[in-house]
C-alpha cells in the first residue's frame, strides 16, 4: 500500500494509548496501525506550506520568503511575551494576531525528560503536551491573552527549565517528580499581572503513549541527508516515527517535504 503528501504535524487523539494520525493527499491514515509494520519513507519534492510551490523549505515548512512574510512564523510563535496584539500593534498582520493571542492560554508545568515550564493556548490542551512527549502535566494558571502567559513563562523559566531533552525524552529515561510540589514552589514566582490568574486546584494529565521498544542508541533520519529510509515502527511518541533500529523520525522538523510512504507488509 502507497500512500504520498506532504508532510505535517501528526493529529492526535488523548486516548489510552494516544492514536496518531498522517493526513496524506486524499488520505487518513492511523499510524497506530503500522506499528510493526516495515515502512519505506521518500522524499519527492518540496511543498512550501504558505505558497505551495516547490521551493526548497527553510524553517518550519516554510520557504524562505514565506518564512519571514507569514503571521504564523512571526517571532511572538517562539516569545509569546513580544505579543502585541492586546495593544493593537501589528506585527505582521493584526487580524491573525488578534485571533491567536487575544484568546486563553495556558501557562503549565510538563514532564517529557524533565520538569519544564511552557505556554500553550487553551484549546491545544492536551494536544501541546503530546506533541512535546509529555507523560504527564498540570496548569499553573490560565490568562486572557499570549503576552501574560509569556511574561509568565519568561519569570518561571528564571527557577525551572522552558526545554525539553529530547534525547532522553525518546528513550523514556524521565525523572520521577511532584508536579504539584512544583507549581506550588513556582507559585511566588508568577508575575504581579498574572497572579489573579492561577489555578488553585488542578490535576494532574497523564499520557499514554503507543510504543513497543524505546531506542537505546538514537540515529536521526535526516531527508535532506538521507532522501529514502526502510525500517519496522515500533513506537510513536511526541512527534516521532521509532523505528526498530533506533532510528527515530520527528515528522514535524520536515514539514512542507513531500514524500512517499509505502507499507511494505
Known sequence: MQYQGVLKKMQTEHTDPINYYLVMEGDFIQVNQLLNKRLHIEFVKYECLACGENKKIFRQGYCYDDFYKVPQAAEWIMKPELSKAHLGEEDRDLAYEQSVQLQPHIVYLANSSNVKVGVTRKTQVPTRWIDQGAHEAIEIVEVPNRYLAGITELALKEHVSDKTNWRK???????????????????QYIPEEAKQYFI???????????VERYPEKLKTLNLDKTPA??????????????????????????EGYVVRLEILN
Not at 169 to 186: A, F, G, Q, S
Not at 200 to 210: D, K, Y
Open 200 to 210: 488553585p486546584t488542578n490535576e494532574e494529565t497523564h499520557v499514554h503513549f503507543p
Open 229 to 254: 529510509y526502510e525500517g519496522t515502527l515500533k513506537g510513536i511518541k511526541g512527534q516521532y516515527l521509532i523505528f526498530e533500529d533506533d532510528t527515530v523520525f520527528n515528522v514535524r522538523s520536515w
Open 169 to 187: 525524552m525518546l528513550k523514556n529515561d524521565i525523572e520521577d517528580v511532584d508536579l504539584k510540589e512544583h507549581r506550588e514552589i513556582l507559585r
